[in-house]
């Protein structure tokens, strides 16, 4: 049997470094590769910050362009995109920040802007807050630092020009015409004046927009647009939570994101939104009060980006065409799926209908004619046609995206006792209702769930002493309840079984009920989102992301590979950090010829309660080996290509894997099954190789088939393993075949690997 040398390795990044998220990879690459695009400005570019350009003193317009960094010639439109360029070199007239007579005078309180933007916040006399928000952004703030004044800064920066500058003027107008509660947006220049104190040197001359900041009003005074309070989205959470009585007006909220979906804003998160509360009876409804759009109407195009957005699809254009409705919708996942999870379909449609009755073409073009002159001039047909083919098909968008977030539906109670009943219908339908355990025959929360819609509804109960009741007929809709806090009861007096039927509670003095039903009383605390990119509190726990994409490079074993690869990432309810994961490649390697490879690789977690599946298989035409002769006697007095030689392999290598925490804030993953292989030498394949010296075929040439077992000992203390700055991973592992099949007698290998 031919047998392989292994070595231990060690791989460390080089001081200083670290990797990269693969889309960041990429982008550095296409960017410094193709610097040249940009070299004409990449000069005078490198540093620069957000534009300024101070006004005369006592001045109360001034002529400034906005942007002039942002002009490049035909090239570099062509790789980065013209975006709206064109715009942002415009001179302009603006009108100088009156500091008497807005908000009957106005005086610096601090600076903001945790994001690209900076601003600077002002108390008026009249007791509210204004904020003057820049125009111009600064993307470096939330890069890396190793990656701060480079090439790639530059280009991450010249992105800006993809923005369309005074957006808010036009979405203003659409949101008034549709109702949907916001800050007018007014633009201006910051005077250069003493009285900004020691914001002076840093904010005069500063280009943006003006916003009343919607806040309360001191005492029991109507606070914005007359609401009684006004909070950011996590005391929004918490007032959701605490009663019943606070609720959000759903339709109101569809209707803000349908003018996200409108404009193409793709910057929704729940920091993204104010909360104003109003009076209802003797509750209070809840309406949104979307703020910052510095993504609407953006333009992300050039062939830079287009490649780009193969990666990642958030980054959208606006087109007539839509996007991908999950690159558009991606940051308000969050709260999507928590304050539209009462919304039926039909509610959607209805909403849909009065939001496009209420967008006329004259609507739209009285919209878009408040940009400033010069700005309507060049963009004002395009943007004007695109809002009313977007406007025509939202009604498709809306019911694609419907479709994606109602697959697997995600309904919070309260921490009041609360009476939640689950009733499964004939037609595999399922009614939930939730009501105040006092009045179980008032629901305040009622939706239908359909199977073609719906796969899987998770229902959190949060506090209270909560009693759960399944009733009806068999379940085509797998139901999750998760009791929370609280002395809870649950009971399956449905023809539900255990696959269909779960409940979960660790807390608590809880009973169950009904011996058809899946029990898990253990513990289980939802992970927390620890990603700088992603704004969710949690981490992803549903749906799932496929893509394919080429994968070419350049190996001594194999010469080029040129392949494609599939792979398909699938989020579970508490299976963090993914449910599934799955990957197959098809591709070709040039070494002696074309050689085939097709490999699938899988992880399913879970699958045998805490222990994960593993599968690899698949076929290799060209597995290259080292043979040195047998045992630890041997004389190497040849270069080292005369000991490789060439085989073909099939393998199939199924296992089980447990993966837990280890010391140090690591984890560690065990993993091991059987494995099985076929390989298949050829002696004139590989003649000239020292395989090929031997007068009579060795054994384990030819076509040989060994089974036994693999496994295998992880221990990783990486914060981040695609990234890493610190931390290590260590990796043991180790084949072992008895005398089976083609196998004469047992033998067997260990390997191992350190790397940071």
């Known amino acids: 049997m031919i047998r392989k040398a292994y070595s231990i390795k060690a791989c460390p990044n080089r001081p200083g470094r670290h990797r990269w998220p693969p889309a960041l990879l990429v982008t550095a690459l296409l960017v410094t590769s193709l610097s040249l695009a940009g070299a004409d400005t990449a000069a005078a570019q490198a540093g620069q910050r957000i534009f300024r350009s101070v006004p005369e003193q006592g001045d109360t317009t001034h002529v400034a362009v906005p942007g002039g960094r942002f002009e490049k010639g035909g090239f570099g439109r062509w790789f980065y995109g013209s975006d709206y360029r064109q715009l942002w070199t415009t001179p302009l007239e603006l009108p100088v920040l009156d500091l008497d007579a807005v908000g009957g005078g106005l005086s610096p309180m601090r600076p903001g802007g945790a994001g690209q933007s900076i601003s600077l916040h002002f108390m008026g006399e009249d007791g509210r807050r204004y904020t003057v928000r820049s125009i111009d952004k600064d993307p470096s703030k939330r890069l890396m630092e190793e990656l701060k004044d480079t090439i790639v800064e530059d280009v991450i920066q010249d992105l800006v020009s993809a923005h369309l500058p005074a957006a808010g003027l036009v979405v203003d107008a659409l949101m008034e015409a549709t109702g949907v509660l916001h800050a007018p947006h007014r633009l201006v220049v910051i005077p250069d004046d003493p009285r900004l104190e020691s914001f002076r040197e840093e904010y005069a001359g500063l280009i943006g927009t003006l916003q009343e900041h919607p806040s309360e009003a001191p005492g029991n005074e109507p606070g914005f647009a007359g609401s009684r309070r006004v909070s950011g989205s996590e005391r929004l959470y918490e007032g959701l939570e605490e009663s019943p009585c606070e609720r959000v007006d759903a339709r109101a909220y569809l209707k803000a994101r349908l003018i996200d979906f409108l404009i193409g804003d793709s910057d929704r998160h729940r920091g993204q939104w104010r909360w104003a509360q109003f009076p209802a009876g003797d509750c209070y409804t809840w309406l949104p009060v979307p703020e910052d759009r510095d993504k609407a109407f953006i333009d992300l195009d050039g062939q830079f980006m287009k490649l780009v957005r193969r990666i990642e699809p958030k980054f959208v254009r606006?087109?007539?065409?839509?996007?991908?409705?999950?690159?558009?919708?991606?940051?308000?996942?969050?709260?999507?799926?928590?304050?539209?999870?009462?919304?039926?379909?039909?509610?959607?449609?209805?909403?849909?209908?009065?939001?496009?009755?209420?967008?006329?073409?004259?609507?739209?073009?009285?919209?878009?004619?408040?940009?400033?002159?010069?700005?309507?001039?060049?963009?004002?047909?395009?943007?004007?046609?695109?809002?009313?083919?977007?406007?025509?098909?939202?009604?498709?968008?809306?019911?694609?995206?419907?479709?994606?977030?109602?697959?697997?539906?995600?309904?919070?109670?309260?921490?009041?006792?609360?009476?939640?009943?689950?009733?499964?219908?004939?037609?595999?339908?399922?009614?939930?209702?939730?009501?105040?355990?006092?009045?179980?025959?008032?629901?305040?929360?009622?939706?239908?769930?359909?199977?073609?819609?719906?796969?899987?509804?998770?229902?959190?109960?949060?506090?209270?002493?909560?009693?759960?009741?399944?009733?009806?007929?068999?379940?085509?809709?797998?139901?999750?309840v998760d009791g929370g806090g609280g002395d809870d009861a649950f009971a399956n007096n449905s023809r539900a079984g255990r696959r269909t039927t779960r409940f979960y509670d660790a807390r608590g003095s809880n009973r169950f009920e009904g011996g058809r039903a899946h029990v898990n009383k253990r513990r289980f605390v939802r992970p927390r989102n620890e990603s700088a990119i992603s704004q969710d509190i949690y981490t992803l726990d549903w749906g799932r992301v496929s893509g394919i994409r080429p994968v070419v490079y350049y190996k001594s074993d194999f010469g080029f590979y040129a392949g494609l690869q599939y792979a398909r990432l699938s989020y579970g309810y508490r299976k963090a950090p993914y449910a599934a994961r799955y990957a197959i490649d098809v591709g070709v390697a040039t070494r002696g010829g074309v050689k085939p490879f097709v490999t699938y690789s899988g992880r399913f977690r879970h699958m045998l309660r805490s222990l994960d599946g593993q599968l690899e298989m698949g076929y290799s035409g060209i597995n290259m080996v080292r043979f040195n002769g047998f045992g630890n006697d041997y004389n190497l007095t040849e270069d080292e290509p005369f000991y490789e030689l060439e085989q073909a392999q099939f393998l199939l290598a199924p296992a089980l894997s447990f993966t837990g925490s280890g010391d140090a804030h690591g984890k560690w993953n065990l993993a091991a099954g059987p494995v099985a292989k076929i390989t298949y030498t050829s002696l004139d394949e590989n003649e000239g190789k020292y395989i090929a010296s031997y007068e009579t075929p060795l054994y384990g040439t030819g076509s040989f088939g060994q089974a036994g077992v693999r496994g295998e000992v992880v221990f990783d203390t990486r914060d981040h393993p695609a990234h890493a700055r610190r931390g290590a991973r260590i990796r043991l592992a180790g084949e072992l075949y008895p005398a089976l099949w083609d196998v004469e007698s047992i033998f067997g290998n260990v390997a191992g690997e350190a790397s940071t």
């Open 318 to 480: 606006f087109q007539e065409e839509y996007p991908n409705h999950k690159g558009l919708s991606r940051t308000g996942w969050e709260l999507d799926r928590r304050l539209l999870s009462e919304l039926e379909w039909n509610a959607w449609e209805e909403v849909v209908a009065t939001f496009q009755s209420e967008l006329p073409d004259p609507v739209i073009d009285e919209a878009v004619r408040r940009l400033p002159d010069p700005f309507y001039t060049q963009a004002g047909d395009f943007l004007a046609r695109t809002l009313k083919v977007r406007r025509d098909t939202l009604g498709d968008f809306a019911a694609r995206y419907y479709g994606f977030i109602s697959n697997e539906v995600e309904i919070r109670a309260t921490d009041e006792d609360e009476y939640l009943e689950l009733e499964h219908l004939a037609d595999g339908s399922l009614e939930v209702r939730i009501s105040l355990a006092g009045s179980p025959d008032i629901p305040y929360f009622r939706r239908t769930l359909y199977p073609h819609e719906t796969e899987e509804v998770r229902i959190y109960l949060h506090g209270g002493d909560d009693q759960t009741n399944v009733v009806g007929d068999r379940a085509r809709i797998r139901v999750h």
